[in-house]
């Protein structure tokens, strides 16, 4: 099993510009995360979906979009870049259930906005 | 809002030391979640605690749920250099797919 996979794993964007990142995971868990992680900070939850079909906002979802593709698939889309969206991107996903949300993060994706 | 706070929030030791680090609330979860970060690399699962007053044991490290269930324990015993990381609690958000992350603590140990 790869577990949660990423892609790309570095890019760079100019202001402006539009991208995807993909999200994929193979351990038949039914919730999926965005984080975003600044230098030497948390993690900040981008959206999240509790199941194929739903996304909900997280606590910083301004500037991006996300798509439940299956149930396998989770992307996260910046439609307009910017700099202060410079940051590490990471998935997760979870088998949520009986009040314990064990999560498995992928390698992150390492985002910079010129 | 269920918040976690995590303290300290950075501790430098030196390998063969002790040290310990907390994870409170004063809301209840139903579990809480513990996870190492190295760097340049996403956060791994340690431990998930979920009965109040349990302890658990991985290796060297011991993790601890309050009572109550608000908050967390986590000792190191004899620290070595390949402990060096950040480390996070975590528990689920209440009628909630997500969960609430601390800020997590910054561990280095030195030679």
């Known amino acids: 099993n790869a577990g949660v996979t990423q892609t790309p794993k570095f890019q760079v964007l100019k202001t402006g510009q539009s991208m995807t990142l993909q999200c994929a995971q193979d351990?038949?868990?039914?919730?999926m995360y965005w984080y975003r992680q600044d230098p030497g900070m948390g993690l900040r939850l981008i959206y999240y979906?509790?199941?194929?079909?739903?996304?909900d906002k997280g606590e910083v979802p301004n500037g991006y979009n996300v798509s439940r593709l299956n149930k396998r698939e989770f992307s996260l889309r910046l439609e307009s870049a910017a700099p202060s969206q410079t940051s590490v991107y990471f998935c997760?996903?979870?088998?949520?259930?009986?009040?314990?949300?064990?999560?498995?993060f992928g390698p992150g994706t390492r985002l910079t906005v010129t | 809002t269920q918040l976690l706070e995590q303290s300290p929030q950075f501790l430098s030791i030196q390998e063969g030391e002790n040290l310990t680090v907390y994870c409170n609330s004063s809301?209840?979860?139903?579990?809480l979640q513990w996870y190492r970060q190295e760097p340049g690399e996403g956060p791994v699962l340690l431990v998930t605690?979920?009965?109040?007053?349990e302890v658990k044991k991985l290796k060297r490290l011991t993790f601890q749920f309050g009572d109550a269930r608000k908050d967390s324990s986590l000792h190191i015993t004899a620290a070595q250099t390949g402990d060096t990381g950040l480390y996070l609690c975590?528990?689920?958000?209440?009628?909630?797919?997500?969960?609430?992350f601390g800020d997590g603590t910054t561990l280095t140990v030195k030679p």
């Open positions: 997760a996903s979870s088998f949520a259930g009986q009040g314990v949300h064990e999560q498995y």
């Open positions: 351990m038949n868990h039914n919730s």
């Open positions: 979906s509790a199941s194929e079909g739903t996304t």
């Open positions: 809301s209840v979860f139903s579990s």
């Open positions: 605690v979920v009965t109040g007053g």
């Open positions: 975590a528990g689920p958000n209440t009628n909630a797919g997500k969960s609430t």
